[in-house]
């Protein structure tokens, strides 16, 4: 299970007890509109070919830079 959000609440969630619970994709982009979301997200999903490592992974998806932090288990 991957939860997308705008929300960093998961991002600190996933960092501090339950990393590896599940995987967070948290959008920090300027531009919050329904087209521009889903045009940079899929454009990750595209670029990242192994969607189920995301599975444990907390992803912080910018509009000019993507941080991926893999469940150390």
């Known amino acids: ?14 960092r ?3 990393q590896g619970a599940f995987g967070a ?3 920090r982009l ?3 509109s329904i087209e521009a979301t889903n045009e940079r997200l ?4 595209s ?3 192994d969607h189920d490592a ?3 992974s907390l992803v912080i998806l910018e509009d000019r830079r993507i ?6 288990r």
């Open 16 to 18: 501090i007890g339950n």
């Open 47 to 49: 670029e990242f070919p």
């Open 42 to 45: 899929g454009s990750f999903l």
């Open 67 to 72: 941080r991926v932090i893999n469940d150390p």
């Open 25 to 27: 994709i948290v959008l």
């Open 54 to 56: 995301l599975s444990g």
């Open 30 to 32: 300027d531009d919050q």
């Open 1 to 14: 299970r991957i939860v997308v959000t705008f929300d960093l609440d998961f991002g600190r969630m996933h």
